[in-house]
């Protein structure tokens, strides 16, 4: 086996790229009002875009310009039910920098 391209970060020393606070909406349960399974994947993807946004690199420019950001995997724990009104903190942070890719993390909290 070769080397890895890549330089994996530990979780703790890890800088945070963006964090966000937002309620758990209606529209991300279910009709028991706990987390719909796959809402955290646009949370991600919320956070993702945002933290291109703040860089001056909107994933719209880098459309344009040719460039892409491709998902090729993708993960999701649930370590407790989340419910409908719950105040989550939403955090993004490097776990692996390459030379021709990168891997994000993203956690979401409850808050209260």
Do not use: K
């Amino acid at each position: 086996m070769g080397e890895r391209d890549d330089t994996s970060l530990e979780a703790g020393l890890a800088p945070t790229l963006l964090t966000t606070r937002r309620l758990v909406p209606m529209a991300d349960v279910d009709a028991a009002g706990i987390l719909y399974f796959g809402a955290p994947y646009r949370w991600l993807e919320e956070a993702f875009t945002a933290w291109l946004n703040v860089l001056g690199h909107p994933l719209s420019g880098l459309s344009r310009s040719g460039s892409s950001c491709p998902c090729v995997t993708s993960a999701t724990s649930y370590g407790v039910p989340l419910v409908l009104d719950d105040e989550i903190s939403v955090t993004l942070r490097p776990s692996s920098l390459g030379r021709t890719s990168f891997s994000l993390t993203t956690e979401a909290t409850r808050v209260r």
